[in-house]
């Protein structure tokens, strides 16, 4: 969300560079992350689900990395990003993720709370609609699912499952 107010001012270059870092760790933290909730899902969903969280996770962090390197040494880039391109891994893998861990815990296939399988389901369709939204360019879908998944849904959801992780 903040990415979307600062990269449009060449004067913050600082700022974006540090919000694009902060994806970058984001992202490498989502690989523990989520090979931890994965952890908690019985059958061969496990494995699929820690492959697909570590990935998407390092290609977001690819990402992060990259975007803030060509801010922060004034390099000249296109509006697409070579390593996650309109957030296929960033918002789509990552909604992908979270569906599929929603739908396994709803189906009592996981050891975590059935509400919070809910909340993954909702917050990765949310996820998958903002990378859609921004594929299509459409600002306003872009703003609405974006700031629910960065304020509200993607937090709420981490906080939860480090909590049930945690024991």
Do not use: K
């Amino acid at each position: 969300m903040f990415l979307g107010f600062v990269r449009n001012h060449p004067e913050n270059t600082q700022a974006a560079a540090l919000a694009w870092a902060l994806i970058a760790g984001a992202g490498l933290s989502a690989t523990i992350a989520t090979t931890s909730a994965a952890a908690r899902v019985g059958g061969d969903a496990r494995w699929w689900l820690t492959a697909l969280g570590v990935g998407y996770g390092l290609l977001s962090a690819a990402h992060g990395t990259f975007a803030a390197i060509a801010v922060e040494q004034s390099i000249a880039t296109t509006d697409l990003s070579p390593t996650d391109p309109r957030g296929l891994a960033t918002f789509g893998l990552a909604g992908l993720w979270a569906l599929t861990l929603g739908f396994e815990t709803v189906a009592g296939n996981a050891a975590l709370p059935r509400s919070l399988g809910w909340l993954a389901i909702v917050g990765g369709l949310d996820l998958i609609v903002l990378f859609f939204g921004t594929v299509a360019a459409f600002e306003g879908l872009i703003l609405v699912s974006g700031g629910l998944a960065s304020v509200i849904l993607v937090p709420a959801f981490w906080i939860w499952t480090g909590r049930v992780l945690r024991g």
